[in-house]
């Protein structure tokens, strides 16, 4: 049987990784004991790496496919293949940035005042691009963790990941510029692609992957509605495509199913309740399909 090597990231994607998958059908349990977490699929066989190291294997081809930030593919140099971007966090759905930060007490106001100070960064590739992009020699050292911490004592300033910037509020740092930005990628490794049976399991993982996270922003909303009011209820009506229309057992009444953006449920059900829909409901979605 063939086997799909599969690279999930330990660390701070960890629990949302595990969570998008079981949302996708794929039940993923990992032991504390283990770096092989276990699947409901015999297909696939995972491994547990740092999102910092998964481009290297997965480009070495130890992995076949994986999940990692676009910056540690950027600074791992690895060639390896984007199957498709997939926005989310630890804590919310929005891109990561990476920021250049120094303590609230410091003198500096921009890169250029970094000139000869000591920079620490996990991101050390990231941030000579970034310095020679603005004409700025500095020093850069690399950071094993804890890199809020060393400013001023060991640092004059840092480069850093941050989703909502609390931790370095925390740290009482402030950002003076943003490095670059960055969000999850399904990468594979390019002799895996070669493999019919291999490259139709990566697209498929990805297409569940990301009907998703397409699911939580939408929701499904069930309504009838008489004939009648069929056509002032679809004129307010927003969906994907078109509604599903399906009648009922009274041949003057219809069913109306169709799939929205969550955020216009709340103005939606008032105007829709007025136009004549009744018995509406409204529920929540695992997987969309665009």
């Not at 600074?75 to 966090?89: M, P, T």
């Not at 490095?179 to 990805?206: G, M, S, Y």
Request: charged share 25%.
């Amino acid at each position: 049987m063939s086997i799909l090597r599969l690279g999930i990231p330990k660390g701070s994607l960890e629990s949302a990784t595990v969570e998008m998958f079981g949302k996708a059908g794929y039940k993923i349990r990992i032991s504390p004991r283990s770096y092989y977490p276990s699947i409901d699929d015999p297909e696939i066989e995972c491994t547990l790496i740092r999102a910092q190291e998964m481009a290297r294997y997965v480009g070495e081809g130890l992995l076949d496919a994986g999940l990692t930030g676009l910056d540690w593919i950027l600074e791992s140099g690895e060639s390896v293949v984007e199957i498709g971007e997939l926005v989310y966090g630890k804590v919310g759905r929005n891109p990561l940035r990476w920021v250049l930060a120094v303590p609230e007490e410091s003198p500096v106001q921009s890169v250029r005042d970094l000139a000869g100070k000591r920079i620490a960064t996990e991101a050390v590739k990231m941030t000579e691009k970034y310095l020679a992009e603005h004409g700025v020699k500095a020093l850069i050292e690399f950071s094993w963790g804890a890199t809020e911490v060393k400013p001023p004592r060991l640092a004059d300033a840092i480069v850093e990941i941050t989703e909502t910037g609390s931790s370095l509020r925390a740290n009482h740092l402030r950002i003076i510029d943003t490095v670059c930005e960055t969000t999850t990628r399904f990468i594979a490794n390019p002799q895996a692609l070669n493999e019919k049976w291999k490259k139709e399991k990566i697209q498929r993982i990805f297409l569940l992957l990301k009907s998703v996270l397409a699911a939580e922003k939408k929701v499904g909303l069930m309504l009838n509605v008489q004939r009648e009011h069929l056509t002032a209820v679809l004129s307010i009506l927003p969906a994907l495509n078109r509604p599903t229309i399906a009648p009922l057992s009274d041949e003057h009444w219809c069913a109306v199913i169709t799939v929205i953006d969550e955020t216009v449920v709340r103005e939606l059900i008032p105007d829709l309740i007025m136009a004549g829909a009744e018995g509406i409901v409204e529920y929540a979605l695992n997987k969309v399909v665009l």
